[in-house]
C-alpha cells in the first residue's frame, strides 16, 4: 500500500515499513488492514448496504528486538459499513467471536485518531491487548470518500490463539 493510504488517509503518523527498490504504486507494507478494508468499501460503494467486510492477512512492524527489525503479524480486520453502524454492533460481533473461542475479553477506553473519541476501545484478554475496536472518525471516511458511518475491529491473531492454547 501506499504511505498516504496507510498514514495520510487513516490520520496516522507511524513508522511504516517501506520497501526498498520497489516497482509501482505500492511501496510501504501494512501496519494494519483497516486502510485496505477501507479502500475495498470505497470502490464498492455501487454496492447495496450494509456491507461487513473481513480480511485476514499478515502486518508488519519495525522492531529491532527480531533478527530481520520488522515484526510480522496475522491479523483479523472487521468492519460494519451502514447508515445505522455503532460501536455495539461491532461489540456484539467480536464478543460473540471470542466467546465461541472461550474467550472472554475486556474493552478499555482507548485513543486512536483514526477513531472517534470516546468510542475507541482497546480489546484485552487477561490484560494483554489483542486489538482495537471502534467508530471510524468522520475526517478518515472523508478522506477515503465513504458517505457511511462505519465501525472497526482489528485483533491480533497470533496473540489471540496463544491466549486460547492457555484456556
Not at 22 to 33: A, E, F, I, K, T
Not at 85 to 106: C, M, N, Y
Request: contains cysteine.
Amino acid at each position: 500500500m501506499t504511505e498516504i493510504e496507510l498514514n495520510g488517509k487513516m490520520n496516522q503518523q507511524q513508522k511504516i515499513v517501506s520497501l526498498q527498490n520497489s516497482v509501482g504504486d505500492y511501496n510501504h507494507l501494512r501496519n494494519s488492514l483497516l486502510p485496505s478494508i477501507l479502500k475495498n468499501l470505497m470502490e464498492n460503494q455501487h454496492q447495496e448496504y450494509p456491507q461487513n467486510l473481513f480480511e485476514f492477512g499478515r502486518t508488519f512492524e519495525q522492531d529491532k528486538s527480531t533478527e530481520t527489525g520488522i515484526k510480522e503479524a496475522n491479523h483479523l480486520g472487521l468492519v460494519v459499513c451502514h447508515e445505522k453502524a455503532d460501536f455495539t454492533k461491532i461489540r456484539q460481533i467480536v464478543d460473540a467471536l471470542l466467546l465461541s473461542l472461550g474467550i472472554e475479553a475486556a474493552v478499555k477506553e482507548s485513543e486512536n485518531v483514526s477513531f472517534v473519541d470516546g468510542r475507541i476501545g482497546e480489546i484485552s484478554v487477561k490484560n494483554v491487548k489483542i486489538g482495537i475496536i471502534g467508530e471510524i472518525h468522520p475526517a478518515v471516511l472523508d478522506k477515503w470518500e465513504i458517505t457511511v458511518p462505519v465501525v472497526a475491529a482489528e485483533i491480533d491473531v497470533e496473540r489471540l490463539w496463544e491466549l486460547v492454547k492457555e484456556n
